[in-house]
């Protein structure tokens, strides 16, 4: 499988509704499962708060958000 729907790939690259995400299977064994790294800190922050948002809506528990790997997406030191 490959192509993703864009709400499954948090942590993939997105181009409009898919995401560069795949899983490779042999029957029902999973054999491989990745994607193509999303690599722009700004991009994250942004899924992290409309996660945090949606997480708040629906009564969920928040998370912190991890500012060292943003930090480190970003290329500077947390």
């Not at 192509?3 to 054999?31: C, I, K, M, T």
């Amino acid at each position: 499988m490959r192509d993703f729907p864009a709400s499954q790939a948090a942590l993939a690259r997105v181009n409009g509704p898919v995401a560069a995400r795949f899983e490779a299977f042999w029957g029902a064994l999973e054999l491989a499962n990745g994607f193509h790294e999303l690599g722009d800190a700004n991009e994250q922050a942004q899924r992290f708060a409309s996660d945090a948002a949606t997480r708040s809506e629906r009564g969920r528990p928040a998370r912190d958000i991890d500012q060292r790997f943003l930090a480190a997406l970003a290329g500077r030191p947390a």
